[in-house]
């Protein structure tokens, strides 16, 4: 049997979940050149406060008609503690030295995995996350979750939203003109504070989303979810070129990709065979990451010269 | 004449270091104002002081009958008073057109946002001839000419400008010079800070002379661009 339509499948749909949550990174990143490190545990909060609404919801609610109300609960908590990170964690230290903010992150990311895993009911091990009953879809030769639909329909959709948002609004432009030169726009007019906390902001409800998808992907969702999933999405981003959001969603479905065809043909390369399968998929996707820093450091889309003249 | 700007005992520093020591001067509605002196006699801390990018230690600042010192950068602006900051600052990444577009960031009148580009381009001919490019391939004079164009869309009771000549091929310099007297003859207050005394002091009604962070000499362009010790220590005659 041709299992390529399948890794493909398995690595698009990887992929679009890396993407979604990267956009996070790199959105903040090229604003205040601060690297949320948290942002894997925003993620994971979204997914979790998805779950809470489908526990809210009465037994026999359609999962389809629910997934609304998941993302939108799932948006909220993302959007409430990401702006509060900006607002309580991070802004007191702009202008410190970039360590302070760093060693914040982590720390923050800390604090938010043991606070879900203290008080969040039975969060001490993975809770389940509502599936879609039926077969998978048999599409273009890959068997596809119907779950994972979600993810094949919500990546393209946010990314639509995205850049219409950063290039035809009007804030849209405000936060382009302040990742390029924040004081000078200031004297433009624009609130750069609340530029901030907008791209805060959509970072996490895009995170929020692929926690829907990952919730839907995995039938599970847990504390730890944020630290691989962040510590890969943050490959993503600066694979894609970090600043750069449509290399964020690129360096996503690039990894996804890799991942999956590391996972599913490695093991069939001469000499590699032990290297092959699940286990090993991790090392291959910083492997890449190696790589690309190595060949093309700026990422796959990203600006080579420093034009702040 | 109403008064447009009113600076009182102006005094910023940074951490420690005082880089401007009390300074006062004013600019009325419809005058070319310069300020002239040497690197570091704290031109452009005034400037961004007044466009609240720094916060003063103490003193006044009176813009319009309103007191600046408490408003933020981004809320200035609104109030008329546009910054052409020192180094053109571009934005680099976007269109000529958007970089105009964004001058206008507050303004809601599409169609009068639209009239003033075109007058831009009238002003400034190369930079309708490029608009679709990224503003960072322009050359430093054309940056410039952006920089001054960006600054006129919020359309500006007062325009100021810092160091406009800076780093320019006298060529530029002159079509630059010439712009800002044309400007002037249509009634724009301009707040200018240049080195090139000579030229800034030729189109100003009034000039102050900095230096180390306070002001040493005031007068009309003409007596200062005929006083002795200006002309030997600024215009490079012994």
């Not at chain 1, 726009?185 to 907008?198: C, E, H, Q, Y």
């Not at chain 2, 950068?73 to 609104?78: L, R």
């Not at chain 2, 009068?112 to 004079?141: H, M, N, V, W």
Request: aromatic share 8%; glycine share 12%.
């Amino acid at each position: 049997m041709n299992e390529l339509p399948q890794q493909l499948a398995n690595g698009l749909i990887l992929g679009a979940m890396y993407g979604l949550i990267a956009i996070g990174y790199t959105m903040v990143y090229g604003i205040v050149q601060l690297i949320n490190f948290a942002h894997g545990e925003i993620f994971m909060i979204g997914g979790f406060g998805a779950l809470t609404v489908s526990l809210w919801l009465p037994d026999g609610f359609s999962l389809l008609a629910a997934i609304p109300l998941m993302i939108i609960g799932g948006v909220i908590c993302s959007v409430a503690v990401g702006t509060a990170a900006e607002r309580f964690a991070y802004r007191p230290l702009r202008g410190a030295p970039r360590l302070a903010p760093l060693i914040t992150a982590i720390g923050l990311s800390i604090l938010l995995q043991q606070a879900i895993w203290k008080w969040y009911p039975e969060a001490k091990k993975d809770r389940t996350f509502p599936q879609f009953s039926g077969d998978p879809v048999h599409i273009f030769g890959a068997d596809v979750q119907r779950g994972d639909f979600f993810l094949i329909l919500a990546a393209p959709l946010c990314m639509l939203a995205l850049a219409y948002y950063v290039n035809k609004t009007r804030t849209g432009r405000g936060m382009q003109a302040t990742a390029q030169d924040p004081d000078t726009a200031k004297l433009m007019g624009i609130n750069t504070d609340r530029i901030i906390v907008m791209a805060f902001a959509i970072g996490a409800a895009f995170a929020a989303i692929a926690a829907v998808g990952y919730g839907l992907h995995n039938g599970q969702v847990g504390f730890k979810m944020g630290f691989i999933m962040g510590l890969k999405a943050f490959t993503a981003a600066v694979l894609g070129g970090i600043g750069n959001i449509y290399g964020a969603m690129l360096g996503g479905i690039v990894l996804g990709v890799a991942e999956a065809l590391a996972t599913g043909y490695m093991a069939d390369v001469p000499g590699m065979e032990q290297f092959g399968g699940g286990a090993w998929k991790d090392v291959w996707a910083f492997a890449l990451l190696i790589l690309v820093l190595l060949l093309r450091p700026q990422g796959l889309l990203g600006e080579r010269v420093a034009d702040r003249a | 004449m109403t008064t447009l700007l009113e600076v009182e005992d102006l005094r910023v520093a940074y951490g420690k270091i005082e880089a401007v020591k009390g300074i006062s001067f004013s600019v009325e509605a419809g005058q070319v104002v310069t300020l002239i002196g040497t690197n570091g006699a704290g031109k452009t801390t005034t400037l961004r002081t007044l466009s609240g990018l720094l916060k003063p230690l103490a003193g006044k600042i009176i813009f319009d009958g309103q007191p600046l010192n408490h408003v933020p950068a981004h809320k200035i602006v609104a109030l008329g008073l546009a910054h052409s900051p020192e180094g053109r600052h571009i934005f680099p990444r976007l269109t000529i057109t958007e970089n105009l577009q964004l001058g206008a960031y507050l303004r809601d009148d599409k169609a009068g946002i639209d009239k003033d580009i075109q007058r831009a381009y009238e002003l400034f001919p190369i930079l309708g001839e490029r608009r679709k490019q990224a503003a960072g391939t322009l050359s430093g004079g054309e940056q410039q000419m952006l920089a001054m164009g960006r600054a006129l869309m919020s359309r500006p009771k007062l325009l100021m400008l810092d160091e406009p000549s800076m780093g320019l091929s006298p060529i530029m310099m002159q079509k630059i010079m010439q712009t800002i007297s044309e400007l002037k003859a249509q009634g724009t207050t301009i707040l200018l800070v240049e080195q090139n005394a000579q030229a800034a002091l030729s189109l100003a009604d009034h000039g102050h002379v900095m230096e180390v962070g306070n002001i040493v000499l005031s007068g009309t362009g003409q007596d200062l661009l005929h006083d002795e010790s200006v002309r030997k220590a600024y215009l490079g005659e012994d």
